[in-house]
């Protein structure tokens, strides 16, 4: 992770934010119950997770810089979709289908290629495995942590994410997102791309994911990968670090 993937890390002094996590580790060490309340300063799963990442989502208003490994939980692909229609800008670094696990092929490519009909522009990550867990609201807010946008990390694994608007932490995460997205990928989402991203996999892409080979026939062989250079933005931390 700290050489060949895009991470991010965020280092924090802050009294309160200590104590939760100290908290926390006690409480999963002991096997005791943990619960942060209602106005807790981090971002817990399986507590609080979904709610803090939706409701991040609503409060974006121009753009939203998105970079995970999975986008598959219906509750926040929907806040997404919600997203597009008021306007704000998507820009979505995700993983390529053939490095999706076969049972979530289906809800993994789903969910954007829903968002990329609605305007959303989805790529993938050039020379760095994708790894983070980040997002970027309107160049002034950012949400680092663990949490894949997927059922699994928001309802049966203790993830921990932390939601930063100082300006320096910012600043960092928009600079490493842009760069990141000036050197993406489109990612081809097409009938065509994806039976040729699947081609070697043991899976029946066709079959799976009722993918056509553009003859109106079904088929595990099919087309080019489109994929071409797109648009540009940025990444950081909070005391928080960009990795």
């Not at 309340?37 to 939706?54: P, Q, T």
Request: charged share 30%; proline share 1%.
């Amino acid at each position: 992770n700290l050489t060949v993937t895009r991470d991010y890390g965020v280092f924090t002094a802050h009294r309160h934010e200590v104590d939760e996590i100290v908290q926390c580790f006690d409480a999963d060490w002991n096997r005791e119950h943990f619960d942060p309340g209602e106005d807790s300063h981090l971002v817990w799963c399986n507590i609080n997770g979904r709610n803090r990442v939706a409701r991040f989502i609503d409060a974006a208003r121009e753009t939203l810089f998105l970079q995970n490994e999975r986008y598959q939980d219906e509750v926040i692909i929907e806040r997404l979709v919600r997203a597009t229609t008021r306007g704000v800008q998507l820009h979505v670094l995700a993983r390529p289908a053939h490095t999706l696990k076969t049972g979530k092929l289906v809800e993994g490519i789903e969910g954007l290629r829903i968002l990329q009909d609605l305007g959303a522009r989805i790529h993938k990550l050039h020379g760095l495995k994708l790894h983070a867990k980040m997002m970027l609201a309107d160049g002034k807010r950012a949400i680092i942590g663990s949490i894949n946008l997927a059922p699994g990390s928001f309802d049966s694994r203790r993830e921990l994410a932390i939601e930063v608007d100082d300006e320096a932490v910012v600043k960092r995460v928009r600079d490493v997102a842009h760069r990141d997205w000036s050197s993406s990928r489109a990612l081809d989402l097409s009938d065509e791309g994806l039976l040729a991203d699947l081609k070697e996999s043991e899976v029946d892409a066709a079959e799976v994911l009722a993918l056509s080979n553009g003859n109106g026939n079904e088929s595990r062989k099919g087309g080019h990968n489109g994929d071409h250079n797109g648009g540009s933005h940025n990444h950081g931390g909070h005391h928080h670090g960009g990795n």
